[in-house]
């Protein structure tokens, strides 16, 4: 249980850093909050949909111990998350798409 408040205390602390550094990257047309919440969303889709992949090849690979004494399978995970941040940004970055005629 104490791995589960550990995670939600560090995902919570995510959260609130992102705020900065989402005003920051975001395109001067796109709103402030529409920017986070369009980062949120897609670093915690990608995020989650990366290590549960990255998690099942490891276990398949290496066995379910596998992340024990190893560098290169965190070191994977690791940098794999930062994609996940990476598509995140871009999405933002971008300006916002014209409005459909009514």
């Not at 402030?32 to 949120?40: C, D, G, N, R, T």
């Not at 290169?72 to 994609?83: D, G, W």
């Not at 300006?95 to 005629?101: D, M, N």
């Amino acid at each position: 249980m104490a791995d589960i408040a550990n995670i939600v205390v560090l995902w919570i602390a995510f959260l609130v850093l992102a705020v900065p550094y989402v005003l920051w990257a975001k395109h001067p047309a796109v709103k402030p909050v529409a920017a986070y919440l369009i980062f949120v969303t897609i670093f915690s889709a990608a995020a989650w949909i990366i290590y549960s992949f990255t998690t099942l090849m490891v276990a398949n690979w290496w066995g379910t111990d596998a992340l024990a004494g190893r560098e290169v399978p965190i070191l994977i995970f690791i940098a794999s998350v930062f994609l996940g941040g990476l598509l995140g940004q871009w999405q933002i970055s971008k300006p916002p798409r014209p409005a459909p005629p009514i």
